[in-house]
């Protein structure tokens, strides 16, 4: 099952370089598992921000949130979810 | 180059049945056009609603504009663009 | 799956009193009819509001589509979907 | 009486590990014997978000008020109130 | 249980005058009623508006949308309804 | 003359729980004094803020700013303030 | 007493050009006696719309209403109320 | 050349009682030169906020900025300027 | 003097072919005759939008709103006016 | 291809003076070589804001977050952008 996934992410002025370093590779880490699993579908930037609009395929909302509450930065983020479902004119098998 | 672009339809009251579903016709034919051109990369309904998601995959803007203004639906849609590019931690070839 | 659904109803002031009833009478029917079947499983009246705030339990977003698109004042309304899952301090079994 | 309620959690930045796990603790157990009592009828996750939609049934404004300024993290919450009442297409007995 | 209520009147333009003058009349009879029986317990007028501020005093959210889906202009009018309580601040013993 | 008055409260994180327990008393203090002078006619707690809706009888808008920019916590307040006037249809000889 | 006040028009495409041309001058010959009265302190166009800013001196919110629901234009216009006093650090005499 | 100013103060937790009164006391004088120059040609106090809307005369936008940028206040404020002209209806010599 | 200028057209559903034909053709000499006259100095398209971002350079607010009441199309814009001055790192001579 | 870019500007309260002159250097020295370069075609001053209105004219919306992501000042802006394309109505050769 699809759904548009859209973060913002504001990290807090205290955390140090490193800190914010360190948990940016881990949720690069993070992020390529996921997508080589194929359940983080597509992953653009949105062009002057430090936010994504992503596309998940996950079993149901229940496997959405443990994946999405276990990103490193989500403390950090501002996550809005949308259900997605097939639209009758779409010719692509992958885009449900 | 990358849109994300929202499409909400309202078709008037004054619409005959015969009309609207004539021009519902001609959208879906211009879609598929789009779609097997490469150009309309994804296409996806928002659940409960007349109005899609989609990503369009074009030269520049201006080619968006023509394809956009050139949608039969366009006089009865309120469209939002969103310019997309590449997100670092994409694994994926095509989501550029 | 558990989804949170808005829905706003606006009847076009063109629209006679018996056709108003005739379509509302075939609502309440298909709303019994998914009621009875589990599919809607709470319906509750916003106070002071021709909307209402319900809960579905559906396959997934496909199904949920389906049924919301058929509601016979499905072009009379403005419907607002939201994922729902499991909240880990509920105690009820059948909150997800 | 029916109400819904929206919580949104935002805890401190300056909040250690500890008294966060100490008063999510609280908030839990506070929420079970709400729930035992049936105060809190229904407790569902916002996916994607530390936030929650719940149903509470109550004797009146006030009652509901105890209850939720009781809350440990009552400070920390902003939250939405939402009166209902029974819709006359429910044909649930407890939507009331 | 007290209620503020907010009602704003959108009268559509193709009312007539008469029908305008006759609707108003019922309103206000409906309106000195409720105030009579102490259900309506207060009603303002915001300036410069066709709008109203108003406290209900009814023995629940049931009742109070009896009485205004009720109000002649039900249909004209858009309704914002917050459930209120005591204030602990409050020495009036009818606040409540 | 009469306002309708929001005011919602947002003590600062690093207030002391003894300076907090204080300036609510002297808060609570001075609402007493102006209620009983008949200047803050009306108090109601929003349910589950920490937000009020009040209705203040003052001389006009130079008095009501005098008085409420003399509460305690109006430092940490966000007010909102809308004038009213009788509405035709009420019957209440105060509600002006 | 002084109020600042935005009015913006929207006269209903079903208005012939003389009824327009009418209501206006009706509307410019009330605005220019409640001017010369002295109510109406500041009429100042919004560039680029049909709307305006205006400052009114009445003796209070009543007066306020009474002038502003006589104007002829009152059923095509959306008005905005804002009470004013006098701010601490103005020169002006008549700022009040 | 007329423009309405809308300046909204906050003033940050971490400033003494001392810093805020030696600003607010160099703002004043500011903007008394400033007034008796004939350039702040109005100012109000919001009620109930600490916020007030003016009224500029100066040559142009790029004067107005000049004004508004040397606030003793202006890092504390959030400024928001709308350029009017002379309504056709004014009667005033000086509402333009 | 700079503005930014943003005008959205709703074209009303009553006009025919031939009505929107002539007036978009006097809307587009019209405009023509702006720019060849340096006031209207940048028109650009917002993609997928009947809508477009404009920058004006005129003598004062009086002269664009002048400016934009002749429109052939005012009736049916929703016109946005933000005043612009130079930016102190500009490099551009024509930016003010 | 032509982007319109909106930059707000919030400098955290904990940074020095010193810091803030270095930083807002560094900017301005940027800026002035994408300006050179041809790539930042426009740039004004919101009036009353710390903020900018800019136009820039990049490969494509890539090459627009790379620019944007290396300000100086990037992690300290709010940036909305909005793609333009050629208004048919432009007389301008260079407004695409």
Redesign the interface.
């Known amino acids: 099952?699809?759904?548009?996934?859209e973060m913002t992410v504001n990290l807090?002025?205290?955390m140090t370089r490193a800190e914010a370093s360190d948990i940016k590779q881990r949720?690069?880490d993070y992020?390529?598992r996921l997508?080589?699993e194929g359940k983080w579908r597509?992953?653009?930037?949105?062009?002057?921000?430090y936010a994504?609009?992503s596309?998940f395929d996950v079993r149901?909302?229940?496997e959405?949130?443990e994946l999405?509450?276990a990103l490193p930065l989500y403390s950090y983020m501002q996550?809005?979810?949308?259900?997605?479902?097939?639209?009758?004119?779409?010719?692509?098998d992958d885009?449900?």
């Open positions: 099952m699809l759904f548009r996934v807090p002025a205290s949720e690069r992020s390529h997508q080589r597509h992953l653009w930037r949105i062009v002057g921000s994504n609009i596309i149901d909302a229940e959405l949130h999405l509450s996550i809005n979810v949308q259900a997605l479902c097939r639209h009758p004119s779409s010719v692509y885009d449900r």
